[in-house]
C-alpha cells in the first residue's frame, strides 16, 4: 500500500524555522513531481512548491526565498525547510505528488504564533 508520512511540524514563533519530512512509501516516486500542499484553517487546500523529476522548483510567491525544497532518492524522502516563518503560514502540511494522485497522509501541523 501507498503510504505518505509527514513529520517535523510544530509550534514556532514568527521568524522561526521548521524542517518538514515526507516519507514516501512504494516505487515510482522518483519520476513524479513531487509537492508540498498546505490548509489553512478553514480554507482550502493549495499546492505550495514542488519539485520535478529534474530536480528543478516551483514556489507559490508567497512562500518564495522562505521555503526551501529538496528530494533524497536514497530515502524516498521529501523536505521543507521554512525559514522566516509567518502566522500566514499556520496550516495543516501535506505532501502529495503533482497533481496529486496518493491517498493524502495525515499531514503535520505548522502553527506560527506569538
Known amino acids: 500500500q501507498v503510504q505518505l508520512v509527514e513529520s517535523g511540524g510544530g509550534l514556532v514563533q514568527p521568524g522561526g524555522s521548521l524542517r518538514l519530512s515526507c516519507a514516501a512509501s512504494?516505487?515510482?516516486?522518483?519520476?513524479?513531481?513531487m509537492g508540498w500542499y498546505r490548509q489553512p484553517p478553514g480554507k482550502q487546500r493549495e499546492l505550495v512548491v514542488l519539485?520535478?523529476?529534474?530536480?528543478?522548483?516551483n514556489y507559490a510567491d508567497s512562500v518564495k526565498g522562505r521555503f526551501t525544497i529538496s528530494r533524497d532518492a536514497a530515502k524516498n524522502t521529501v523536505y521543507l525547510q521554512m525559514n522566516s516563518l509567518k502566522p500566514e503560514d499556520t496550516a495543516v502540511y501535506y505532501c502529495?505528488?503533482?497533481?496529486?494522485?496518493?491517498?493524502w497522509g495525515q499531514g503535520t501541523q505548522v502553527t506560527v504564533s506569538s
Open positions: 512504494g516505487s515510482g516516486f522518483s519520476i513524479r513531481s
Open positions: 502529495n505528488t503533482v497533481p496529486a494522485s496518493v491517498d
Open positions: 519539485i520535478d523529476r529534474l530536480g528543478s522548483t
